[in-house]
Every structure is written in C-alpha cells, then in structure tokens.
C-alpha cells in the first residue's frame, strides 16, 4: 500500500509541477505574445491612422503630405517651402535654381535625387530624378513611395511610417496592413 502512496504522491507531484509550468507559461505568454505580435508600425500611429483618429490627441503620429504637395514648388511642407523640405529630408529636388524663380513648374527644373540612387534606400534600373517621377507618373506605385520617403525622412516629424517602414514596404519585407486593395490605398491613407 505504501508503495501505491507513493506512487500517487509522485503522480501528484508531477502534475503540480506541470501545472505551475503551465502556470507560468500563462503569466508569461502575454508579455511575449505582446512582444513577438509588436505590429511592423508603429503601435500608436497605426492604430490612430486605421481608426481614423488624425486628431493627434496624443501627439504620437501625424499624417504627411502628398505627392501634389512634395512636387508643387510654389506651395509648403512641414512650414518650410517645398524645395527646402527637400533638402531638409536629406534629397535634392533639383540641380539648381529654377530658370525664372519659384513657383514654376516642377518640369522646368533639372536633376535631383535619383529613385535609384543609394541616399533613397529604393534601388533598380529607374535613375530618373525623383522629381521627375513625381511630375509625370501620377498615382505610380513609385510616385506614392516617393511621397512616403519623404515624409518619413523630415527630422522631428512624426509621419505615420519610418523610413525603414517605407523602404521595408517598397521591398515586400513587410506586407501592406490588412483592410486596403493596395499599397498605393494604403499609402494614400497617410497623407492629408
């Protein structure tokens, strides 16, 4: 009989240490589902650009400007003009100054930043200036990264996206969030 006792006090024993593994796989699987499930974006922007929250109540994401907006050389970005907007990211929307002053239109300027070039992150065989593609392909694919970069890329602004988002994005390591057709939807979504 003591042998049965001790039988079922081993017994007992391993299904208590079993449950206090259990245990404490429970209290810690939230805190590492919380951490392996940390979305690719950033958790407040995202959250308050899918709810549709641009109110920017806690200060944590803002949404960017468009394409028109980064190619329009006559208008702001960021309280900057858009040519020093530019330069503020880090690219350069042209090689120089206009032929007859700002306000032109983005045609008239010459070189820039190239789409491939390695300041950008993008790479490929297209090396027309970013400029250019932002004049002549709207609503490309490229034209709506373009637009991303550079918002991600303006220091102490908090775009919905990283640059390293942006590019993450462009280079298929990241999927596009659930709820949109497209990348170009989605990158739609953050800008005003």
Known sequence: ??????DKQDLDQNIDLGR???AKVG???????TLASKP???AQCLSQM???NASHQDGSCSLGWSPGAWKEVGGTINGMLTIAAWSTAGFAYSDGLPPSGSGEPCS?????TPFNDASTGFGGADSRPMREILCDDSGAEQWHFIAALLNASLPGYNYVLTK???LGLWG????KPSGFASLNEFLDSTWT
């Not at 009989?1 to 001790?6: A, C, I, L, P, W």
């Not at 298929?172 to 999927?175: A, D, E, M, Q, V």
């Open 1 to 6: 009989m003591s042998e049965q006792n001790n």
């Open 27 to 33: 209290m810690a699987a939230p805190v590492i589902m």
């Open 164 to 166: 390293t988002q942006v």
């Open 40 to 42: 690719v974006f950033g």
């Open 172 to 175: 298929g390591s990241i999927s």
């Open 20 to 22: 206090r593994k259990l």
């Open 50 to 52: 899918m709810s549709g």
């Open 108 to 112: 008239l300027y010459s070189g820039g």
